[in-house]
């Protein structure tokens, strides 16, 4: 714990380890996809179009138990909390060279970044181990059954969060909206704090339940004043989220940096292999494409291909289909099989003809902050139409006449919001959170619904099913892996499991 006592006497020091919490979000962007994408029931897990195996195959199906935990060691996020106590524990009680200005907007970032990471782990697991000081750092580990520690309750977790996304929320109070997009700010700490607040108001996990009305308004003020802010609005293409040349618009609040000579991230994963592709491939009209169409350059292997029945539910008219998924056929003409790549975290290809995936990763962006507020309107039984309509128009552009949404009923909403929110946010690490969150006319999850589900890939017209049975509740949540379990015996398996 060398560490621990220096590295913390002067700016240049505290920004460094500053920028290391931001690193921090970088490095788990696969542990934020595996929670709150993969389970989401949109992407296939037989074989690619092209005919490679799938990964993680299990975790897609929801295939969870006590010996399949899907996640090890709480994904290690709580190595990383660790580094996230020691930075507040040095900033609030040492550093005498910082400006209570500058103490504020460090503290104000690092409490919004600890409540994003705890807020993970309580949507995946309820009630989870607290830990707020840097124990390990500052003693290190002689005796550990003195780390032992169990999990908090469901009720204490979120209001552990709620304390530290209203601390961030205050200690950002004065802060600029916005600044560096690849850094926390203001505007995620208060994006955060509404998902914090819609979600204690409609999910019951644990001993929590929904709390209602008031909290439903409290997320509705939050994300208002994110909008009259003024400091985001919608791009006018949406592909312009996504492209790896031209980072950090207008509609970006938070997302990951990577870059060529830094990071890079692993979408190479969900790229066709040449080999599979060029001389096989075709368009939807049975042409063989005539080469490298993405120019992947071979650097790609589709261990992650969307289903055909997620691809086809967007409209041909919404730009949003071509953003997001590059289409292809298989096989021979009268016998085509539909295949996809997902687009957005492609990266580049540089002048040294080399494909770079350093696509920024996306964590909050404007639109969110418009279906969210649909979303809170819906549950407050007023008309969310204006948002999801802002949403549309950008969607279908110039061919938008036809395409406007008109409320229904709260639950017809309720689904209208988890489809679009599924079509602008695909491979954005929201839909599971989604499917948990918005509901049918009983107020049940919509992961239980067939309305909310697509249908397997390699059931050529099957009726889609339920992500999960309503015999699975347990599935709500994860299972805690053996080793955890093992290694502290006052940790207790998630119920169910």
């Not at 004043?225 to 492209?243: P, Y």
């Not at 990071?263 to 592709?277: E, I, P, S, V």
């Not at 999801?388 to 969607?395: C, Q, S, T």
Request: net charge negative.
């Amino acid at each position: 714990h060398y560490g621990t006592n220096n590295y913390w006497n002067n700016h240049a020091q505290v920004e460094a380890n500053y920028q290391a919490l931001n690193s921090i979000l970088r490095g788990n962007y696969s542990v934020f996809r595996t929670y709150g994408e993969l389970r989401a029931g949109t992407m296939k897990f037989t074989v690619s179009a092209t005919g490679e195996s799938q990964a993680a195959v299990e975790i897609k199906q929801s295939i969870l138990d006590a010996d399949r935990a899907g996640v090890s060691n709480w994904g290690g996020l709580y190595g990383d909390l660790l580094h996230i106590n020691l930075f507040i524990k040095k900033v609030e009680t040492q550093c005498p060279f910082l400006s209570d200005a500058e103490r504020k907007v460090y503290l104000g970032k690092a409490y919004g970044i600890r409540a994003y990471i705890y807020f993970v782990l309580y949507k995946s697991y309820g009630g989870i181990v607290i830990e707020t000081e840097p124990r390990v750092a500052e003693e290190g580990i002689t005796d550990p059954t003195s780390y032992h520690k169990a999990r908090s309750s469901a009720e204490e977790t979120l209001a552990f969060i709620k304390k530290d996304v209203e601390k961030s929320s205050e200690l950002l109070g004065s802060s600029p909206w916005t600044g560096v997009k690849t850094e926390w700010t203001r505007a995620a700490t208060e994006l955060l704090k509404a998902e914090v607040y819609l979600w204690s108001a409609k999910v019951t996990t644990g001993d929590h339940t929904a709390t209602g009305e008031t909290e439903l308004r409290k997320a509705k003020t939050t994300l208002e004043g994110i909008v009259s802010s003024n400091a985001f609005k919608l791009e006018d293409e949406f592909s312009a989220n996504f492209n790896a040349k031209k980072k950090n618009g207008q509609e970006m609040i938070l997302n990951l940096y990577f870059d060529r000579q830094e990071a890079t991230n692993d979408y190479g994963h969900y790229m066709y292999q040449n080999r599979l592709f060029v001389g096989s491939a075709r368009d939807k009209d049975g042409i063989l494409f005539p080469g490298d169409t993405l120019k992947a350059l071979s650097t790609g292997i589709l261990y992650n291909e969307y289903k055909p029945s997620f691809v086809a539910s967007f409209d041909e008219d919404d730009t949003r289909r071509s953003a997001t998924f590059f289409e292809f056929t298989v096989g021979t003409p009268g016998k085509l099989l539909p295949g996809s790549v997902f687009l957005k975290y492609q990266g580049q290809v540089y002048s040294d003809n080399a494909h770079i995936y350093d696509s920024n990763i996306v964590l909050y962006r404007y639109a969110d902050v418009l279906l969210l507020l649909a979303e809170v309107k819906n549950a407050l039984g007023e008309d969310p139409s204006t948002e999801i309509n802002l949403i549309r128009k950008r969607a279908f552009g110039k061919k938008f006449t036809g395409h406007e949404f008109v409320s229904g009923d709260f639950a017809a909403n309720e689904l209208a919001i988890l489809k679009e929110r599924d079509h602008e946010f695909a491979g954005e690490y929201k839909r599971w959170y989604d499917l948990l969150r918005l509901q049918d006319a009983s107020k049940q999850p919509l992961v239980f619904s067939a309305a909310a589900a697509y249908s397997d890939d390699h059931l050529a017209g099957a009726a889609p099913t339920p992500i999960l049975k309503t015999t699975e509740r347990q599935k709500l949540l994860w299972p805690v892996d053996r080793t955890v379990l093992n290694n502290d015996p006052l940790i207790k398996q998630t119920e169910g499991y």
